[in-house]
């Protein structure tokens, strides 16, 4: 008996020991806020809807009080927004179904902006994740995987992020920008064990896409995609916790997404 209770003991200290120890990492971290805000600047793709905002209310009620509330709509891919792996393939993970596990975790980056600045239609390739592994090692296994092209220094200048400023289907073969090719999705699928991707332009597969392959092969295996993340270039190549929450659209093929990271150690 006397064991019982020295071991529930143990256990209840080593518990406690752990809870400060996040409590503490967490507050001594650095949060970076990976996503942009939205309004009627915010980047959509040239066929879907972009954000509306109507004021419902705004200003001093009959009772002497301030109050305001808007209605807002919509679609669901634009801005920093999430992408279910059900947006390309049928029967996988809708934007309620992804478990938490799957949108939170250590973050890797890989910088191919000294590359894709140069070449709008630049494919991210198996070479640049094999660069990066022979610096810093091979990927973890559970990794949510970053690229950053350097477009996101072009947010929100649809010219220069998208290729064009058009609207409408006629936009869409004006596209430029740079993304994953297909082969490095389908390597990393094949290779390593990553939970989710994301990167600083509109799309995971590039600008000049016709079969959005890169979609097909990652949505496949419920990988789910960020898209339009901010900020990568305040992240460390790794070493970072990303927390990507989306709105919780029942069904939803995806949605705005509030991604943040959290960087340890103080600046
Ligand atoms: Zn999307």
Same mark, same amino acid.
Request: glycine share 8%; hydrophobic share 40%.
């Given at each position: 008996?006397?064991?019982?209770?020295?071991?529930? #003991?143990?256990?209840?200290?080593?518990?406690?020991?752990?809870? *400060?120890?996040?409590?503490? *990492?967490?507050?001594?971290?650095?949060?970076?806020?990976?996503?942009?805000?939205?309004?009627?600047?915010?980047?959509?793709?040239?066929?879907?809807?972009?954000?509306?905002?109507?004021?419902?209310?705004?200003?001093?009620?009959?009772?002497?009080?301030?109050?305001?509330?808007?209605?807002?709509?919509?679609?669901?891919?634009?801005?920093?927004?999430?992408?279910?792996?059900?947006?390309?393939?049928?029967?996988?993970?809708?934007?309620? *179904?992804?478990? $938490?596990?799957? #949108?939170?975790?250590?973050?890797?980056?890989?910088?191919?902006?000294?590359?894709? #600045?140069?070449?709008?239609?630049?494919?991210?390739?198996?070479?640049?994740?094999?660069?990066?592994?022979?610096?810093?090692?091979? $990927?973890?296994?559970?990794?949510?995987?970053?690229?950053?092209?350097?477009?996101?220094?072009?947010?929100?200048?649809?010219?220069?992020?998208?290729?064009?400023?058009?609207?409408?289907?006629?936009?869409?073969?004006? $596209?430029?920008?740079?993304?994953?090719?297909?082969?490095?999705? *389908?390597?990393?699928?094949?290779?390593?064990?990553?939970?989710?991707?994301?990167?600083?332009?509109?799309?995971?597969?590039?600008?000049?896409?016709?079969?959005?392959?890169?979609?097909?092969?990652?949505?496949?295996?419920?990988?789910?995609?960020?898209?339009?993340?901010?900020?990568?270039?305040?992240?460390?190549?790794?070493?970072?916790?990303?927390?990507?929450?989306?709105?919780?659209?029942?069904?939803?093929?995806?949605?705005?997404?509030?991604?943040?990271?959290?960087?340890?150690?103080?600046?």
């Amino acid at each position: 008996m006397r064991w019982l209770l020295f071991l529930m #003991l143990l256990a209840f200290i080593s518990c406690s020991e752990k809870d *400060e120890s996040i409590a503490e *990492e967490l507050s001594d971290g650095k949060w970076i806020d990976l996503s942009y805000d939205f309004s009627d600047k915010t980047i959509y793709w040239p066929t879907a809807n972009g954000f509306k905002m109507d004021t419902s209310f705004n200003g001093t009620t009959p009772g002497g009080f301030y109050y305001s509330a808007y209605n807002y709509c919509a679609a669901e891919h634009g801005g920093t927004h999430l992408d279910a792996p059900v947006h390309f393939a049928k029967g996988k993970w809708a934007a309620d *179904e992804i478990p $938490l596990e799957k #949108l939170t975790g250590a973050a890797a980056i890989i910088d191919v902006s000294g590359k894709a #600045l140069k070449d709008a239609d630049y494919l991210i390739s198996v070479n640049d994740i094999e660069a990066w592994e022979k610096t810093n090692g091979k $990927l973890k296994d559970d990794i949510i995987l970053l690229f950053r092209t350097g477009y996101g220094s072009f947010y929100p200048d649809a010219k220069k992020y998208l290729g064009t400023d058009e609207r409408g289907l006629d936009a869409v073969a004006k $596209l430029h920008f740079p993304a994953i090719h297909p082969d490095a999705a *389908e390597w990393l699928v094949k290779n390593r064990k990553i939970k989710a991707v994301g990167l600083d332009v509109a799309s995971v597969d590039y600008g000049q896409s016709k079969d959005f392959r890169t979609h097909q092969i990652l949505y496949e295996q419920n990988i789910p995609g960020f898209e339009n993340v901010a900020n990568l270039d305040k992240l460390p190549v790794k070493g970072a916790f990303v927390i990507a929450l989306p709105m919780k659209i029942k069904g939803g093929s995806g949605g705005p997404l509030r991604i943040v990271a959290i960087v340890p150690g103080k600046e």
